[in-house]
């Protein structure tokens, strides 16, 4: 009897923490102090905070095959009729599909279950259009490397512009070193360098975008090619000369972000193209002109920043607390003009460090220094879902299916297996449930800076330099394999 209800308990546990998320469970140390009755986890056990103290209640194993047997499909009812297997989409590479968390491909079992796939009563099974859904393998593919840390990384056709606080890109074996200060392109598809690609810069650079037309290079630099160009330029995308787009800023360019004709700026400056604009300002793209009309003024650094395609509504995020005179929050919308729009983001705690607008406009993703990842509505505020982690929230893509988030530090709290959730991945069709067999590990403290891609590649950027037994540096290329 004790054996059947020790089994009832966990069952119980199973399903209360399957409503909570098991990456919602925060990160906790078994016997330490806790301050309410709540959920959390270590590297391989349940944790419930009792009396005070977090105690295991049962192994994340247990768990995950307690979820797993729940979500296995009734039996398919007597048919005569013939149920056709939908196709599954392409495969490759050199990892498993994930098995413990989520189901990735269908199946040919006709029910009425809730699964992610779309399968119903009637004669045919179906399923999403065969392609990628933004499901990576655990190894990146083997490309170049730099000597140093990438901050920023953008997609442009099949090249990767990857920008940061290096001096050389290395080929695959180390056979082949050249010099490259700060900036650099590769072959998307094979991850050699774009040799014809040179824009050396004479100090760090911080966050890159294009709209097909330019590279826009934004950071702690003051030349581009030995030329003035004070913490923002422009630069040719084939062979990295520099554009007769020029504006002057005073002080270091942390982020840039293209919305409409303008270029939004966020950083620890206060003077743009000879005008006063404290931390944000907007520049356009096709005359270089500050936009004056954009007048804000934020009494502290911006550290984030990401537009709407129309460019009316910016996002902007940083350790700051009034903005045009008003207290703000660390996460806020301004419109075209850079007035404060009244939206207040639920619970979005902690400094944003990146902002992805997604879900055509109606979503942003955000990671914040108070180690969390999560997806919230643009317009209302209302928070979908947020994951925590052990350290700071540094970067966030929603790529296809799922929303992968990179931290530094780690998400587990044991030291054995430091390093290896810096990259995380979560459903977003539950809700940002994550998946805990996405395990790629990394050797470096700082983690990832940048995320970007679309559903059949993913471009990160950081501080490593192995991941997963394969020898990488400042960036890494992972091609989807479902």
């Not at 082949?176 to 650079?205: C, H, I, K, P």
């Not at 293209?258 to 743009?272: A, Q, T």
């Amino acid at each position: 009897m004790r054996t059947a209800g020790v089994r009832v308990l966990s069952a119980m546990t199973a399903v209360i923490v399957l409503a909570v998320g098991l990456s919602g469970c925060r990160v906790a140390k078994a016997g330490s102090k806790c301050a309410t009755k709540d959920w959390g986890r270590d590297s391989s056990h349940i944790l419930q905070c009792r009396r005070g103290r977090w105690v295991r209640v049962m192994t994340i194993a247990d768990y995950l095959r307690l979820v797993e047997a729940s979500r296995q499909p009734a039996p398919a009812p007597e048919t005569t009729t013939t149920t056709t297997a939908a196709p599954t989409g392409p495969a490759g590479g050199t990892d498993p599909a994930p098995t413990t968390t989520v189901a990735i491909t269908t199946t040919t079992s006709t029910t009425t279950s809730t699964t992610t796939t779309t399968s119903t009563t009637s004669t045919t099974t179906t399923t999403q259009p065969p392609g990628f859904t933004g499901v990576f393998a655990t190894t990146p593919q083997q490309t170049w490397r730099v000597n140093g840390q990438a901050f920023a990384n953008v997609i442009v056709g099949n090249t990767v512009y990857v920008g940061g606080d290096f001096t050389t890109a290395t080929s695959y074996d180390g056979s082949q070193s050249v010099a490259r200060a700060n900036l650099a392109a590769f072959d998307l598809t094979t991850g050699e360098l774009r040799a014809s690609f040179v824009a050396d810069t004479n100090a760090t650079v911080r966050d890159l975008a294009s709209d097909g037309n330019r590279l826009y290079v934004a950071g702690d630099f003051t030349t581009v090619n030995g030329a003035s160009r004070p913490y923002l330029a422009a630069v040719d995308l084939s062979n990295g000369s520099n554009s007769s787009w020029a504006v002057n800023v005073n002080a270091p360019v942390w982020k840039i972000a293209i919305g409409g004709d303008r270029l939004y700026l966020g950083g620890n400056f206060n003077w743009v193209g000879g005008e006063f604009h404290n931390h944000v300002a907007a520049v356009s793209r096709s005359s270089a002109s500050v936009v004056s009309a954009f007048d804000t003024n934020i009494d502290m650094g911006v550290t984030a920043i990401a537009a709407s395609s129309s460019g009316d509504r910016v996002f902007v995020g940083g350790a700051y607390t009034m903005i045009n005179g008003l207290p703000a929050t660390t996460l806020n919308v301004l419109d075209e003009d850079g007035e404060l729009l009244p939206v207040v983001f639920e619970r979005a705690e902690g400094a944003a460090l990146d902002i992805k607008v997604v879900s055509g406009g109606s979503e942003i993703a955000i990671a914040t220094n108070d180690n969390l990842v999560g997806i919230w509505n643009a317009s209302s505020g209302d928070r979908r879902w947020r994951k925590y982690c052990q350290g700071d929230g540094q970067a966030v893509a929603v790529l296809g299916e799922w929303t992968y988030g990179g931290f530094h530090d780690d998400c587990d709290d044991d030291p054995l297996v430091s390093q290896r959730w810096v990259l995380t991945k979560y459903d977003q069709s539950r809700r940002g449930e994550q998946d805990l067999s996405y395990l790629p590990t990394f050797d470096q403290f700082w983690g990832i800076r940048d995320i970007n891609g679309d559903a059949s590649v993913m471009v990160i950027s950081g501080e490593f330099n192995w991941i997963s037994g394969v020898h990488v540096g400042g960036f890494a290329i992972f091609h989807a394999i479902g």
